[in-house]
């Protein structure tokens, strides 16, 4: 039998998502109706109340005052770790940079020692409190990557326990295998890039763990021809390929990612036009992670030449130990600031965008009809609040297929 779970009525403002006349298609005075877990109606209060009336619903939820935003879609983080890297954060504030960090063994290598101590329970423990962070901050989807253990046997163990997370934990959790995140000490890439076509991309796919293969492609980590074996291999293997690309030196990963005809290209600082150009004709959805950029206080990826030249880009936490911010409305706040994004635009790149970075639209980041009730309730009049009120959590409650979740 279907029921009606959930009516919110009242907002000052609903947003469905992108518009095709307007940046955004939204409703002022708004109700939206759920029933079964999904959106049935959106549009203004009054008619949506005379449909679904509030009292047959389970959950009334007046949002006089607040507005309603779609549950943000953070494509790009590095959730699961252990350990404690913030020395390294105060010694890049004192000049010192993150590859010399990493060529000492700190930095990625650290975290990979810290991971290989811990066991499995410590490990979920780590991500829940984590994903709990991000959920209450407005994030209903997130892609959480494995490559803190750069061995068969860790990186199985870390895909299990994000497997682990998803089940146990409202949130949905889209798992990318990236064995190919750094160079173990006392190997050299080509061997490694070997082992991780070899022994762990087999081992991953045979237990069906993970949905999308990334590398980071970058001077002194891999190659764009190491990249290319790997993602190559992961095609065979039945995984979509991402990429971390163009991050601290243009070495083309993002045509790689237009030639393997990637998911998404990630970061992106120091692509220029003929990179974008091949992102777009590609359908590369270009991931930008402005955290990064801002705690390495490097220069921002060059958002606005993306939607210039036609194309649109995702905007993600990134959070790692190294950007170690769980909140997507930080991120949409940088995306405008520093990046030069509307809000209406970073919050489509935060939340149907990134849906688009995890092959999802027909899942996430939008409030039309028939799609998952994935919400944010902004304890604000309008979307913008999310940007303007930097560094606060604008969040009040956030509803996962309908239903409000307190943790
Ligand atoms: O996307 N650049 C490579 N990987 C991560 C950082 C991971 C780490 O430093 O632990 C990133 O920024
Ligand atoms: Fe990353």
Redesign the pocket.
């Given at each position: 039998m279907t029921e009606l779970t959930t009516i919110v009525h009242d907002a000052s403002e609903i947003v469905v998502g992108p518009g095709t006349d307007e940046p955004l298609e939204r409703y002022e005075n708004a109700a939206i109706a759920v029933t079964d877990g999904r959106v049935t109606a959106v549009g203004p209060t009054n008619e949506i109340t005379d449909e679904y009336p509030v009292e047959n619903a389970t959950h009334a939820i007046n949002a006089d005052g607040k507005s309603v935003i779609p549950g943000f879609v953070d494509s790009?983080t590095?959730a699961l770790?252990a350990g404690d890297?913030s020395d390294e954060f105060a010694a890049k504030l004192g000049g010192e940079q993150?590859q010399d960090i990493?060529a000492e063994g700190g930095?990625?290598l650290r975290?990979v020692r810290a991971v290989r101590e811990r066991s499995d329970d410590e490990l979920l423990v780590n991500v829940l409190f984590h994903l709990d962070t991000m959920f209450a901050h407005g994030t209903t989807t997130v892609e959480i990557k494995s490559?803190?253990g750069l061995d068969t046997e860790t990186e199985l163990r870390m895909l299990d326990v994000i497997r682990r997370a998803d089940e146990s934990h409202p949130m949905d959790v889209v798992p990318t295998f990236m064995g190919a995140?750094?160079v173990p000490e006392e190997t050299d890439a080509d061997t490694y890039t070997d082992r991780v076509i070899d022994e762990q991309l087999p081992a991953v796919a045979d237990q069906g763990v993970a949905e999308f293969c990334d590398v980071?492609c970058?001077e002194d980590?891999f190659s764009v021809e190491q990249s290319r074996r790997v993602l190559e291999a992961g095609l065979e293997h039945g995984l979509t390929p991402k990429i971390?690309a163009e991050?601290f030196v243009r070495l083309g990963g993002a045509q790689l990612a237009a030639e393997v005809g990637a998911t998404s290209a990630?970061?992106l600082l120091h692509a220029n036009e003929d990179d974008r150009a091949a992102l777009t004709e590609a359908g590369v959805t270009p991931v930008l992670?402005p955290g990064?950029a801002f705690s390495l206080e490097a220069d921002y990826a060059d958002a606005r030449a993306f939607f210039d030249d036609g194309g649109s880009v995702a905007v993600a936490t990134?959070f790692?130990?190294?950007?170690y911010s769980q909140s997507m409305g930080f991120a949409i706040a940088l995306a405008c600031v520093g990046m030069g994004m509307t809000p209406a635009e970073a919050l489509i790149a935060g939340t149907h965008s990134g849906a688009r970075a995890l092959d999802r639209t027909d899942k996430a980041g939008m409030l039309r009809e028939g799609m998952p009730a994935d919400m944010a309730i902004v304890d604000a009049p309008s979307h913008v609040h999310v940007p303007y009120n930097f560094g606060v959590n604008t969040v009040e409650t956030v509803l996962k297929g309908g239903e409000p979740v307190h943790r």
């Amino acid at each position: 039998m279907t029921e009606l779970t959930t009516i919110v009525h009242d907002a000052s403002e609903i947003v469905v998502g992108p518009g095709t006349d307007e940046p955004l298609e939204r409703y002022e005075n708004a109700a939206i109706a759920v029933t079964d877990g999904r959106v049935t109606a959106v549009g203004p209060t009054n008619e949506i109340t005379d449909e679904y009336p509030v009292e047959n619903a389970t959950h009334a939820i007046n949002a006089d005052g607040k507005s309603v935003i779609p549950g943000f879609v953070d494509s790009h983080t590095h959730a699961l770790f252990a350990g404690d890297r913030s020395d390294e954060f105060a010694a890049k504030l004192g000049g010192e940079q993150y590859q010399d960090i990493l060529a000492e063994g700190g930095g990625i290598l650290r975290t990979v020692r810290a991971v290989r101590e811990r066991s499995d329970d410590e490990l979920l423990v780590n991500v829940l409190f984590h994903l709990d962070t991000m959920f209450a901050h407005g994030t209903t989807t997130v892609e959480i990557k494995s490559g803190y253990g750069l061995d068969t046997e860790t990186e199985l163990r870390m895909l299990d326990v994000i497997r682990r997370a998803d089940e146990s934990h409202p949130m949905d959790v889209v798992p990318t295998f990236m064995g190919a995140h750094a160079v173990p000490e006392e190997t050299d890439a080509d061997t490694y890039t070997d082992r991780v076509i070899d022994e762990q991309l087999p081992a991953v796919a045979d237990q069906g763990v993970a949905e999308f293969c990334d590398v980071f492609c970058e001077e002194d980590v891999f190659s764009v021809e190491q990249s290319r074996r790997v993602l190559e291999a992961g095609l065979e293997h039945g995984l979509t390929p991402k990429i971390h690309a163009e991050e601290f030196v243009r070495l083309g990963g993002a045509q790689l990612a237009a030639e393997v005809g990637a998911t998404s290209a990630d970061h992106l600082l120091h692509a220029n036009e003929d990179d974008r150009a091949a992102l777009t004709e590609a359908g590369v959805t270009p991931v930008l992670l402005p955290g990064t950029a801002f705690s390495l206080e490097a220069d921002y990826a060059d958002a606005r030449a993306f939607f210039d030249d036609g194309g649109s880009v995702a905007v993600a936490t990134d959070f790692n130990p190294n950007c170690y911010s769980q909140s997507m409305g930080f991120a949409i706040a940088l995306a405008c600031v520093g990046m030069g994004m509307t809000p209406a635009e970073a919050l489509i790149a935060g939340t149907h965008s990134g849906a688009r970075a995890l092959d999802r639209t027909d899942k996430a980041g939008m409030l039309r009809e028939g799609m998952p009730a994935d919400m944010a309730i902004v304890d604000a009049p309008s979307h913008v609040h999310v940007p303007y009120n930097f560094g606060v959590n604008t969040v009040e409650t956030v509803l996962k297929g309908g239903e409000p979740v307190h943790r």
